[in-house]
Each structure stands twice: as structure tokens, then as C-alpha cells.
Nanobody
């Protein structure tokens, strides 16, 4: 099993950039499809981005496509979410998650981190 651990959240202004990191304990992240999700106050948790074990395939929600970039460095057991051109509507708790499924699906993530707060002020 793996336990994802997020870091890098904070308070930024509209238009700023922020990079989230996700490390893990237990089994190495390279064995998992990795993803980022977010949950805004009063809303359900939603998919943001994911990438394959090799990092060669990426998946994005339309709301972040062109602004966010997900990547991974398996050598240092870390997954990143580079967030650019941030908007107030990006404000949420961001969660890193791992999936042992063979193929990507936003509904098959089994292991979740505790989350990191991202707040974008207008």
C-alpha cells in the first residue's frame, strides 16, 4: 500500500503560480496511476488531473486544461501539480491520490492524502 502526502499549498493572488508536491510512504508511487483532486467549500470533491505510471499519458479536467501541468519524477518518488494563472475558483483543498488500476479512471483511486489548502485571492 501507499500513503500519499501533499505539500506546497498556500495563499496566492489571482494570476499567480503554485506548485504542489506529492510524496509517499509505503510502496513507491511509480507503481500507481497518480492523480490530483480538489474540494471547494460546500462542493463535492472533483477530479483535476492524473498521469500514467510512466508519465507518458496525462488527463485533465477542462477547467484546468492549459493552466495546470501534472508531472512525476519516479526517481525521487514525487508527483507534482504546477498550477499557473490561478483563479479564485481554484480555491480548494487539493488531494493527491493513487490508483492501482490498470487504466485511468477518475473513480478508481484508492489511496488518498490528507490534502493541502490552496487559496487564491482576487
Amino acid at each position: 500500500q501507499v500513503q500519499p502526502v501533499e505539500s506546497g499549498g498556500g495563499l496566492v493572488q489571482t494570476g499567480d503560480s503554485l506548485r504542489l508536491s506529492c510524496g509517499g510512504s509505503g510502496r513507491a508511487l511509480k507503481y500507481y496511476i497518480m492523480g490530483w483532486f480538489r474540494q471547494a467549500p460546500g462542493k463535492q470533491r472533483e477530479f483535476v488531473a492524473a498521469l500514467s505510471r510512466s508519465g507518458s499519458s496525462t488527463y485533465y479536467d477542462d477547467s484546468v486544461k492549459g493552466r495546470f501541468v501534472i508531472s512525476r519524477d519516479n526517481a525521487v518518488n514525487t508527483v507534482y501539480l504546477q498550477m499557473n494563472s490561478l483563479k479564485p475558483e481554484d480555491t480548494a483543498v487539493y488531494y493527491c491520490a493513487a490508483s492501482s488500476s490498470r487504466e485511468f479512471s477518475s473513480t478508481t483511486f484508492e489511496y488518498w492524502g490528507q490534502g493541502t489548502q490552496v487559496t487564491v485571492s482576487s
